[in-house]
Each structure stands twice: as C-alpha cells, then as structure tokens.
C-alpha cells in the first residue's frame, strides 16, 4: 500500500537538469526586501525610471507601490502614443521572442546579450502568460523604452 506522500514524493521528484546552465546555490539566493523603493530613487530628477536599479530591486522581489506602477504606465503609454505604429530599429539589435513571465530569465538574457543601450531591443510579445513574474517583466520593459 503506497500512502499519500509517498505517492507524493514519487510523482515530484526531481528531474536531472541535462543542461546545469542554472546552476543556483542557497548562497547565491538574493535576499528578499520589504520595504517599497522611494520615488526619488526611482524616478530621479528627470522624471525618468532608472531602469538598472529597478531591475535589482524587482530581482530581489521588492515591492512598487501602485501609484508607481501608475506613473511608469502613464509615462510608456505617452512614449507608445507619440511614436509610430511600425518604427525603424538600427543595429545592433537583438531580437527576443516570447519571455512568458520569466523574469529570471529575461535578467540572464540581458546580462548575457548586453545592456539596453549597448545595443538595440526587439521584444516580439508574450511578455506574461505561464510564468508568474509577468508584472515585473512588463515593469522592467516599460521603464527600459
């Protein structure tokens, strides 16, 4: 007779990564903070998101308050209405297809393939189904455009 957690325990086990390109360590676990970053440290003098210490923060889960939040959407949504519906991208580029709320890996493709500025982004879309990050996926989007 085979009980319940046993049962448990043989349909979750874990499964050998084939590729350890993740490898991750109780040491290297960032630390989580509670308190919600401030709006002068956010925005800055130019009314600008600081797209780099929004990125570690989010990375350590911290919280944004939603009038942050609204301030960055109503900030991209006046960026996205000024442009054009299709624009011209110059090299470098690098093109992103679907990141589905993978916050972790949108940071390890950034540190792998260069930062915003360094070179130029397509993101092609699914930014937020299946993964559970998606908010901080599209957050750190927005305050890089």
């Given at each position: 007779m085979v009980t319940a957690a046993g049962a448990s325990e043989a349909r979750f086990s874990l499964i050998p990564d084939p590729i350890p390109d993740r490898p991750l360590t109780d040491e290297q676990c960032p630390r989580m903070i509670n308190k919600p970053i401030e709006d002068s440290a956010l925005f800055g003098e130019n009314d600008m998101p600081d797209w780099r210490l929004l990125k570690d923060f989010l990375a350590r889960e911290g919280p944004i308050s939603k009038p942050q939040i609204m301030r960055l959407l109503m900030s991209t949504l006046s960026m996205f209405s000024a442009e054009a519906n299709l624009v011209q991208i110059d090299e470098p580029i690098c093109v992103v297809g679907d990141i589905h709320g993978q916050y972790a890996d949108l940071l390890n493709m950034i540190s792998k393939a260069g930062e915003p500025g360094s070179l130029n982004y397509l993101f092609l879309g699914d930014y937020v189904d299946r993964g559970i990050f998606?908010?901080?996926?599209?957050?750190?989007l927005f305050a890089i455009k």
């Open positions: 998606g908010i901080e996926v599209c957050i750190l």
